[in-house]
């Protein structure tokens, strides 16, 4: 049987990537393999995803000043290299930077795999990787394989750190059909969803600017914003400043836009709204827009970099975030980044979220097409795609 270790740096949030590994756990754990799940938590946290796979914790990467970080990430990896050697693990697929640096630096006889999820041209919280540019292709291309969640991205990592074609390649991220019962009040109020972290790369505030610029001509209409993040205090200020009626829960038909804060169910408060908002500068194959087709729910989208978006979309060509047009496609529409400096950015997004809250033949029409479009992501297709690449890189040992 095939051992095979996740490992990523923390499994306590809800994030796309903490829920992809969850997600590939149950996909991956059969008669053939089994998975273990791997993070640099502390001992004893309480994982957000549960699964019946087991858990270490390896103990957390002390935050110290940046030339001081080489010793921190040692320690790390022979704390990895001992957990491998003891369990006797064939292959570590390893997600997010941090984890896939301590993945090769810790060395040992198992294939090594980087699950690469997020982009990094455009994207502010990936710059020191365009900085330590040749070091961090220097790491990647020692990996057995480099994958990345859409074809789009991996064209990206190819370019961007010259990796030979037999080294990178790509499985589209995969949803778990969501089984959930809609939080929505049935009260008469047309709900529009963003589902995130607060973060710079998220673009809340272009977000926010945008709806307002559609809010001030329009009644019970409601942007429910799920997540948080360190922009929370800044984003509810500019809330206030743009006039806009906040609250925090769904049942005030007054509040016209509503943090609920995070939840653990993002399915249930999307079923029954009108469409998914994603307004990001960045993206790799957002795991919420993958839901959202899944659940038969338009995504309205900024077509940003590294193009995943536009792929899980169904748009033509590659993705322009400075566009200044609307492109409708069969799961959504695709539109610019909205950006207050540029109000024609907000006016475009207006304009779409008017016409899909006033044209009931257009929205049934695309909520239809989402569903047919989400099974190109479904688990089998994914499964066949991963259970390939393993036996690959094992049987090439």
């Not at 829920?19 to 640099?40: C, K, Y």
């Not at 087991?54 to 110290?64: R, S, V």
């Amino acid at each position: 049987m095939q051992r095979i270790l996740l490992l990523i740096p923390s499994l306590v949030g809800i994030g796309g990537t903490e829920r992809m590994v969850h997600s590939l756990t149950t996909l991956l754990d059969d008669s053939q393999r089994e998975v273990i799940q791997a993070s640099f938590d502390s001992p004893g946290i309480q994982k957000h995803f549960n699964s019946t796979a087991a858990f270490y914790t390896l103990g957390p990467i002390p935050q110290l000043p940046l030339p001081l970080r080489p010793f921190t990430y040692i320690l790390s990896a022979w704390r990895l290299r001992y957990l491998k050697k003891q369990l006797g693990i064939d292959v570590t697929i390893s997600n997010l930077w941090r984890a896939d640096l301590i993945n090769i630096l810790s060395g040992g006889k198992d294939r090594k795999i980087a699950l690469c999820h997020i982009n990094v041209v455009g994207n502010a919280s990936n710059r020191l990787m365009i900085w330590l540019r040749p070091f961090v292709a220097a790491i990647y291309r020692r990996f057995d394989r480099v994958i990345a969640v859409s074809k789009s991205l991996a064209l990206e990592l190819k370019a961007l750190y010259r990796l030979p074609p037999g080294r990178i390649g790509n499985i589209d991220n995969f949803v778990l059909t969501p089984s959930a019962v809609s939080r929505l009040p049935t009260d008469g109020v047309q709900r529009f969803v963003w589902c995130g972290r607060f973060s710079p790369e998220k673009n809340v505030e272009g977000l926010l600017h945008a709806w307002a610029t559609f809010a001030v001509h329009q009644s019970a209409v409601q942007l429910v914003l799920l997540g948080d993040g360190p922009l929370h205090n800044e984003l509810s200020a500019l809330v206030t400043s743009l006039g806009l009626r906040s609250g925090s829960k769904l049942k005030d038909v007054e509040a016209q836009v509503v943090f609920t804060g995070r939840v653990s169910d993002s399915a249930a408060y999307m079923l029954g709204a009108r469409a998914l908002l994603l307004s990001s500068h960045a993206e790799g194959l957002p795991m919420v827009v993958l839901e959202a087709l899944s659940l038969g729910l338009p995504v309205l989208a900024s077509d940003c970099q590294a193009g995943g978006v536009r792929t899980a979309l169904l748009g033509h060509g590659t993705c322009n975030p400075d566009r200044t047009d609307i492109e409708y496609t069969p799961a959504g529409v695709l539109l610019p980044v909205p950006n207050m400096e540029f109000p024609n950015t907000l006016t475009i997004w207006a304009e779409v979220l008017h016409c899909i809250t006033k044209n009931n033949a257009l929205h049934r029409s695309i909520c239809l097409d989402t569903i047919l479009r989400s099974k190109l992501f479904s688990p089998e297709v994914a499964y066949s795609r991963w259970c390939e690449e393993i036996s690959s890189i094992i049987v090439n040992r």
